[in-house]
């Protein structure tokens, strides 16, 4: 079993930044994937950023060119570092990591972005 622990979320300005981390404990197997998702109140949750087994790094449409996924493979350690921070990326967000056949995620980190 894998614990996911989040932090680095916080208020910020628009066009600053953040940077999350998520840090994985416990079984830790070969990823099969790892990831980013955000959820907004009264929003589904959607999928934000994810890095393949192959190291491949995909993005959402909406924060293609700002954010960027990183994973720390000695720390176990997943980050999203998050550039020209708009209002619309206000949500909080989710850390997500595949593990063999599991699935598991991080409690969630609130990201405010207001002037």
Known sequence: QVQLVESGGGLVQPGG???????????I??????GWYRQAPGKE????????NGARTSYADSVKGRFAISID???NTL?????????DDTAVYYCNWKTGP????????????SS
């Open 79 to 87: 980050y999203l570092q998050m550039n020209s921070l708009k209002p």
């Open 17 to 27: 930044s953040l940077r999350l981390s998520c840090k994985a404990s416990g079984s």
């Open 102 to 113: 599991y699935e598991y995620w991080g409690q969630g980190t609130q990201v405010t972005v």
């Open 29 to 34: 197997f070969s990823f099969r994937s790892v």
């Open 73 to 75: 493979n000695a720390e």
């Open 45 to 52: 949750r959607e999928w934000v950023a994810s890095i393949s």
